[in-house]
């Protein structure tokens, strides 16, 4: 595959870019964490969305080192913001029980400067389906070093209740999927409902994740959800201190 080899070479090449997208907290409408979202900005192909690219790099294996700079750019830029905001990072399984993964993590904090409670990790349910003890023992030794992590994707796939039992999950991230639902599904509203009682239940923060529009952000913010990611209050973007520089997502 033409791709595959491209990208062993995309990240020598420096052709990998990261974008933010804002969370926000409620009532104040306040900027309060940003996720870090990678493109790869192909010279032929234009920006390619990870859609295109990560499938391939979890097949390949070459995730590892693309999960590596993803977060080594991702600390070296969020330590140089103004803000000095969160920023949160997504990982693959496969990342996760890379030898060395705490080791490695480390030493980019230590080398970016980035402060550890800045950090947020973003796991899958998927993360817990091959090892769930060894995915377990690597967030827990992660946790050690004062970054926090998210379950990320919640209320899609077979994201379960007892893996938010076994693991001290920082936050919850409601899926998109529950969230698009919300407009056309009473049974959505339900599901969303009782995910966001089942945060406050258990004392873990919630944030809504693909909010488009100002009707499904009444009903989040009515039920109590005070965290929202979405369009409705930005896309991915480069972020303020490199805005001007770089063409935007669309
Ligand atoms: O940005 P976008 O919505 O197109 O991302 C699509 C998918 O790619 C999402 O599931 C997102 O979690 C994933 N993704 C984006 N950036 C990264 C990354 O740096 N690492 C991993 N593992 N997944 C990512
Ligand atoms: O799987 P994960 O939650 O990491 O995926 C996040 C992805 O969702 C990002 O790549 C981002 O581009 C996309 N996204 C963020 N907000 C919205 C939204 O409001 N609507 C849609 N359709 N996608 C969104
Ligand atoms: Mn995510
Ligand atoms: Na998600």
């Not at 900005?41 to 295109?52: F, I, K, M, T």
């Not at 407009?183 to 406050?200: D, F, H, M, Q």
């Amino acid at each position: 595959r033409r791709l595959v080899d491209d990208m062993r070479q995309a990240i020598a090449r420096n052709e990998l870019e990261l974008h933010y997208q804002v969370q926000i907290r409620l009532p104040a409408e306040e900027a309060v964490s940003y996720e870090a979202l990678v493109r790869w900005r192909h010279p032929e192909r234009g920006l390619v969305p990870p859609n295109d690219f990560i499938p391939l790099a979890e097949q390949s294996g070459l995730i590892v080192k693309l999960g590596e700079w993803v977060l080594r750019t991702a600390c070296a830029e969020a330590a140089a913001w103004p803000s000095q905001l969160p920023v949160s990072v997504n990982l693959s399984p496969l990342q996760l029980v890379a030898p060395n993964f705490v080791a490695k993590l480390k030493s980019i904090l230590e080398i970016t400067g980035m402060d550890p409670k800045r950090l947020e990790l973003e796991v899958t349910e998927s993360c817990f389906i091959a090892d769930g003890a060894k995915a377990g023992a690597v967030l827990h030794a992660v946790k050690q070093l004062g970054v926090s992590i998210s379950m990320d994707d919640f209320g899609a796939g077979y994201s379960s209740l007892a893996m938010l039992n076994s693991f001290p999950f920082d936050k919850i991230k409601l899926d998109r999927s529950l969230i698009e639902d919300l407009n056309s599904s009473e049974k959505s509203k339900g599901i969303v409902r009782a995910i966001l009682s089942l945060g406050t239940a258990l004392d873990v923060p919630v944030i809504a994740e693909g909010v488009e529009t100002i009707e499904q952000l009444n009903y989040l913010c009515a039920e109590g959800c005070v965290l929202i990611q979405g369009y409705y209050y930005g896309r991915p973007e480069r972020h303020l201190a490199t805005r001007g520089l770089l063409t935007d997502d669309e």
